[in-house]
T-cell receptor
Framework: EPEVTQTPSHQVTQMGQEVILRCVPI?????FYWYRQILGQKVEFLVS????????KSEIFDDQFSVERPDGSNFTLKIRSTKLEDSAMYFC???????????FGQGTRLTVV | AQTVTQSQPEMSVQEAETVTLSCTYD???????LFWYKQPPSRQMILVIR??????QNATENRFSVNFQKAAKSFSLKISDSQLGDAAMYFC?????????FGEGTQLTVNP
């Protein structure tokens, strides 16, 4: 069964460093997303991506965040200068159509120290 | 802005019994989807069931079913014949544009 895969599963980084979280969406999906979940809290939308551009972003997704689809299979989230409060589980998701169910990856746990 | 509310932070059920998890939402849109996701201790988000708002018939997926009340903006999840593997955090979510808005979650415990 097709699935969304994320790497790494756990990343520890020092405050101020740049991190790149990687995702391989389901191959025939057209919409890609990043969500985050701070420990003990609900899942929050960060950004959606379609046709090689951002289609929607939340207020959380400020200038320190960027997304890219560098080739036909990968979808990345870059955090330029990490802060302690960026520590969270980051989920990548994809869907075949907008407004339908999103299939989530297993998540990347980011710890900023 | 869309809001999704789950008023039960924790629920418990005996194995083989039935449990219902509540969810309400607020939206001005007429066409949207609603979902229940399960998050076990591994923290992966697993889709349990979905409901299209334009469909009056409640969705069913094996032991999982929903009670969708569009006018009341209510979307509850019923789990029948509960199993130990059903123990997890359950999130209700509503689609709006290209984003999902999630509720706070309900932690379900299944007692043997």
């Amino acid at each position: 069964e097709p699935e969304v895969t994320q790497t790494p599963s756990h990343q520890v980084t020092q405050m101020g460093q740049e991190v790149i979280l990687r995702c391989v969406p389901i191959s025939n999906h057209l919409y890609f997303y990043w969500y985050r979940q701070i420990l003990g809290q609900k899942v929050e939308f960060l950004v959606s991506f379609y046709n090689n551009e951002i289609s929607e972003k939340s207020e959380i997704f400020d200038d320190q965040f960027s997304v890219e689809r560098p080739d036909g299979s990968n979808f990345t989230l870059k955090i330029r200068s990490t802060k302690l409060e960026d520590s969270a589980m980051y989920f990548c998701a994809s869907s075949g159509f907008m407004n339908t169910e999103a299939f989530f990856g297993q998540g990347t746990r980011l710890t900023v120290v | 802005a869309q809001t999704v509310t789950q008023s039960q932070p924790e629920m418990s059920v005996q194995e083989a019994e039935t449990v219902t998890l509540s969810c309400t939402y607020d939206t001005s849109e007429s066409d949207y989807y609603l979902f229940w996701y399960k998050q076990p201790p591994s923290r992966q988000m697993i889709l349990v069931i979905r409901q299209e708002a334009y469909k009056q018939q409640n969705a069913t997926e094996n032991r999982f079913s929903v009670n969708f009340q569009k006018a009341a903006k209510s979307f509850s999840l019923k789990i029948s014949d509960s199993q130990l593997g059903d123990a997890a955090m359950y999130f209700c979510a509503q689609s709006s544009g290209s984003r999902l808005t999630f509720g706070e979650g309900t932690q379900l415990t299944v007692n043997p």
